[in-house]
């Protein structure tokens, strides 16, 4: 089995992973990043309001891929594909792409971020049951469309924004008495007249015959009610998918992994950064803070071992 040879693999092409790299091709270390998506779940977010230098926000995919060329740019091998598995080959680590292609480093980086937490609920795999409004909300531009959007963190805040745009009325159900997202994106949800908050409701169940066509719900006192839609967007959270990785890990409950102050994992040379990780804020800004430190520590951690000079 031919496999080529790097320092360090970075799995993920978000912020954390391509900070990481950016980080590792300076220290002298050669870096393969993988993902298919420039920027990672960034080309989610329409306008980047709290990262610092973009005064009124920037394009999330505008960010992400100007980060994508700054990585590629300081020699990062980048071969747009996602990892299909990553194991232990005695002396390090061993991956293998989507095209199966196999590379061998002395150390990796997990930065692959996390995915749309699923709605346990019946009917959730139903069509016109969405996760990604930049993705999915412009289908329904021009159709007199309404919307249920269900949570009330963050993400639901932001898709909720991004809907208001495309469908004529949206719907935020939320099971608790209020929103979870922070204060300046509830007073902009409160500036839009087609958005409509329900609060104290759980959804039930996705109603439709093949395709979503509402939800049922349930208030606090027990009622049940039935609110049609022309589609469905689930913002419930995210999640951490650590499929490929065939290497045990200590994890919290939810699955992210557990770094010490070092950011390595329980498994010596495998660091982890960004969303990925234990950690109390998950935030663009944190991500690249996390990839800068575990690279500089992959950098120490290959010294220690006789490595790097």
Same mark, same amino acid.
């Given at each position: 089995?031919?496999?080529?040879?790097?320092?360090?693999?970075?799995?993920?092409?978000?912020?954390?992973?391509?900070? !990481?790299?950016?980080?590792?091709?300076?220290?002298?270390?050669?870096?393969?990043?993988? +993902?298919?998506?420039?920027?990672?779940?960034?080309?989610?977010?329409?306008?980047?309001? #709290?990262?610092?230098?973009?005064?009124?926000?920037?394009?999330?995919?505008?960010? %992400?891929?100007?980060?994508?060329?700054?990585?590629?740019?300081?020699?990062?091998?980048?071969?747009?594909?996602?990892?299909?598995?990553?194991?232990? /080959?005695?002396?390090?680590?061993? %991956?293998?792409?989507?095209?199966?292609?196999?590379?061998?480093?002395?150390?990796?980086?997990?930065?692959? %971020?996390?995915?749309?937490?699923?709605?346990?609920?019946?009917?959730?795999?139903?069509?016109?049951? =969405? =996760?990604?409004?930049?993705?999915?909300?412009?289908?329904?531009? +021009?159709?007199?469309?309404?919307?249920?959007?269900?949570?009330?963190? #963050?993400?639901?805040?932001?898709?909720?924004?991004?809907?208001?745009?495309?469908?004529? #009325?949206?719907?935020?159900? =939320?099971?608790? &008495?209020?929103?979870?997202?922070?204060?300046?994106?509830?007073?902009?949800?409160?500036?839009?007249?087609?958005?409509?908050?329900?609060?104290?409701?759980?959804?039930?169940?996705?109603? &439709?015959?093949?395709?979503?066509?509402?939800?049922?719900?349930? +208030?606090? *006192? %027990?009622?049940?009610?039935?609110?049609?839609?022309?589609?469905?967007?689930?913002?419930?959270?995210?999640?951490?998918?650590?499929?490929?990785?065939?290497?045990?890990?200590?994890? *919290?409950?939810?699955?992210?992994?557990? *770094? /010490?102050?070092?950011?390595?994992?329980?498994?010596? +040379?495998?660091?982890?950064?960004?969303?990925?990780?234990?950690?109390?804020?998950?935030?663009?800004?944190?991500?690249?803070?996390?990839?800068?430190? !575990?690279?500089?520590?992959? @950098? /120490? @951690?290959?010294?220690?071992?006789?490595?790097?000079?």
């Amino acid at each position: 089995m031919e496999a080529m040879e790097f320092d360090v693999m970075i799995v993920g092409s978000g912020p954390a992973g391509l900070t !990481a790299a950016i980080y590792a091709q300076r220290l002298g270390l050669a870096s393969v990043v993988f +993902g298919d998506t420039p920027g990672g779940n960034m080309y989610m977010i329409e306008n980047l309001m #709290n990262y610092p230098g973009f005064p009124g926000g920037a394009a999330g995919t505008q960010v %992400g891929t100007q980060m994508f060329a700054q990585a590629a740019q300081e020699g990062a091998f980048c071969p747009m594909s996602m990892l299909r598995r990553l194991k232990t /080959d005695g002396e390090g680590f061993l %991956g293998e792409t989507a095209v199966e292609q196999w590379f061998r480093a002395r150390t990796a980086i997990l930065a692959m %971020g996390v995915v749309p937490k699923p709605i346990n609920v019946p009917g959730a795999d139903k069509l016109a049951t =969405h =996760h990604c409004a930049l993705c999915d909300g412009p289908l329904y531009k +021009g159709r007199n469309a309404t919307l249920v959007i269900v949570g009330g963190g #963050n993400m639901a805040a932001h898709e909720a924004l991004i809907l208001s745009k495309f469908a004529d #009325n949206i719907r935020m159900v =939320h099971r608790r &008495g209020e929103l979870r997202a922070e204060e300046a994106l509830q007073k902009e949800l409160r500036s839009r007249e087609n958005v409509e908050i329900l609060y104290d409701v759980e959804v039930e169940e996705i109603l &439709g015959e093949g395709k979503a066509s509402g939800v049922k719900v349930r +208030g606090k *006192t %027990g009622e049940e009610s039935v609110l049609c839609a022309d589609g469905v967007f689930v913002c419930v959270g995210w999640q951490p998918d650590l499929q490929a990785i065939e290497i045990p890990l200590k994890t *919290t409950e939810e699955g992210f992994v557990q *770094t /010490d102050d070092r950011l390595m994992s329980s498994q010596p +040379g495998l660091f982890a950064a960004g969303d990925i990780r234990d950690t109390p804020l998950r935030q663009v800004i944190t991500a690249c803070a996390d990839g800068a430190r !575990a690279a500089a520590n992959a @950098y /120490d @951690y290959l010294k220690s071992e006789g490595v790097k000079s």
